[in-house]
């Protein structure tokens, strides 16, 4: 600008204050806005016990409902191979008429030894629940591992099993691979295995 434009400018913007406006505040992205490390951290921070698994609120599902889930990344050729139970089950839970209490104890502590054992693929029994005697009982067990699996970050993938391995009162899971797991097939991998 030359001296002449400078100065139209400062007589236009004389009187010109800048607008105000409120400090920004970033929206949660619904119910789960936390990320799951930042649950687990808190959950032990308030009770010093290391399952995070939440108890309350805990939906009950028909027991027909056919439980799906899978992370983000999860390639569609094997969340469609772990629909059809291609994957050998490498461990059986059977948490069939446990109480919330012990299945919730049973689920955190199997997920944690199959991650550290390095086992891929497992398989939960947690049941209908259509024999239950009183209706309002039905399908807890089943609502609970729905919602539990979901908070673990070492599941990627859960689907119900084929018929022929439990139906809906069974669920496949995909695991992530451990670090060991990783590291080895990094070396396959590089040695041109």
């Not at 400062?10 to 920004?24: C, D, K, N, T």
């Not at 089950?89 to 109480?99: D, F, G, M, T, V």
């Amino acid at each position: 600008m030359n001296d002449d434009e400078e100065f139209l400018f400062q007589q236009e913007m004389a009187g010109v204050a800048p607008l105000q406006h409120e400090a920004r505040v970033l929206p949660k992205r619904g119910p789960n806005a936390t990320s799951a490390a930042a649950r687990r951290q808190a959950a032990v921070a308030e009770t010093g016990d290391p399952n995070f698994l939440q108890v309350e609120d805990l939906p009950k599902l028909d027991p027909w409902y056919v439980l799906s889930f899978k992370r983000p990344g999860v390639q569609n050729g094997v969340f469609r191979k772990l629909k059809q139970g291609r994957y050998a089950a490498e461990a059986l839970l059977n948490l069939h008429r446990r109480s919330v209490t012990a299945s919730r104890k049973e689920l955190y502590e199997f997920v944690m030894q199959a991650q550290e054992l390095g086992l891929r693929s497992v398989q939960i029994v947690h049941g209908k629940g259509q024999n239950s005697r009183e209706q309002e009982q039905a399908s807890i067990i089943k609502g609970c591992v729905n919602h539990w699996l979901q908070q673990f970050d070492e599941v990627l993938a859960f689907h119900s099993a084929t018929v022929q391995q439990g139906g809906t009162g069974a669920v496949f899971v995909l695991l992530r691979k451990s670090e060991e797991q990783k590291q080895k097939n990094r070396e396959h991998y590089t040695r041109g295995g």
